[in-house]
């Protein structure tokens, strides 16, 4: 259990991550709603409860009544020695933010998965301070809604190698999105920084201030009011596709957090990935596009 006081207007779930070091954002939330966390001796179920300077919160939480990870089956494309390339489900978050987020991952497929191969992320990617590091072996990160390729490292001196490749835009990426309306050109390069939205912490803009990002499209196919688009970003920013598009005004198909219309899933996919392995060979691993595109279109 642990007490302190609080500062002012801070969020309830946001202190009980400070409170209570490696729980994410989201299992925070969970506790509260579970009656786990107390403000001033009462039970509140708001995540977004306002705290006042005058505020005491308690935490408690037992590590044992922590649902178990469950098992996901994902696609694997390519594997030797030094990575595993999947195509990762839509909905699936790449990694958690917090050692105690009981919900499946990439990162805790891969786990599973060396586990299986004896081999373990303990041996290969050893966590800093103990306990288990929620990204290890993580490379890149999709969206929770977005599907398609990715690559994970099973060394460190894999993830150096490949994430190094990333960082000087060495890798080439390849998406395909479904966008409401028709673009005015077929192939055009969109040009515009891309920031933080202080309204809204969890989303990004295009703003003056922010950094340059740069996305390519070209349009496969035009349907009634739908487009069928092939992107390619040329730098990495958090959103950049779905901000891009949305600041256009053609948002992707599903993104609602961007302005688009409501569907059964977010219509963005990570088609290719084009990078040098550790073993120095250059190679493309592609993701079929998912059936719903090809419907959608219909």
Same mark, same amino acid.
């Given at each position: ?23 994410? @954002?989201? /299992? =925070? ?7 786990? #966390?107390? $403000?001033?001796?009462?039970?509140? *179920? ?117 994430? @190094?490749? /990333? =960082? ?7 998406? #395909?999105? $479904?966008?409401?309306?028709?673009? *005015? ?114």
């Amino acid at each position: 259990m642990s007490n302190l006081e609080l500062s002012r207007a801070q969020r309830l779930d946001q202190k009980v991550v400070e409170l209570v070091p490696g729980v994410s @954002r989201a /299992f =925070a939330a969970k506790l509260i709603e579970q009656g786990k #966390v107390r $403000v001033n001796g009462e039970v509140t *179920p708001k995540p977004g409860y306002k705290l006042h300077e005058a505020d005491r919160v308690a935490v408690e939480y037992d590590v044992s009544e922590l649902a178990a990870i469950p098992h996901i089956d994902v696609p694997v494309l390519y594997e030797d020695a030094d990575c595993v390339v999947i195509s990762k489900p839509v909905g699936v978050l790449s990694h958690s933010k917090g050692a105690f987020n009981p919900e499946a991952t990439v990162a805790t497929w891969l786990r599973e998965h060396l586990l299986k191969h004896k081999n373990t992320l303990w041996e290969v990617c050893p966590p800093k301070g103990g306990g288990i590091d929620e990204r290890a072996g993580i490379v890149h990160r999709l969206d929770r809604a977005t599907s398609g390729v990715m690559i994970c490292a099973k060394t460190p001196a894999a993830l150096k190698h490949l994430q @190094r490749q /990333f =960082a000087q835009r060495r890798v080439k990426k390849t998406y #395909v999105a $479904v966008v409401s309306g028709q673009l *005015p050109h077929e192939h055009a390069i969109i040009d515009m920084p891309i920031e933080r939205n202080p309204k809204r912490p969890q989303t990004f803009r295009v703003g003056a201030n922010g950094k340059p990002a740069k996305t390519q499209y070209h349009v496969v196919r035009v349907s009634g009011e739908l487009t069928e688009l092939e992107l390619a970003p040329q730098t990495g920013r958090t959103h950049q596709l779905r901000v891009h598009l949305s600041n256009l005004g053609h948002p992707i198909v599903g993104d609602e957090l961007y302005g688009g219309r409501p569907a059964e899933r977010l219509y963005l996919h990570a088609r290719e990935l084009e990078i040098t392995l550790p073993n120095r060979e250059r190679r493309t691993f592609t993701a079929a596009t998912p059936p719903a595109f090809t419907d959608i279109m219909k």
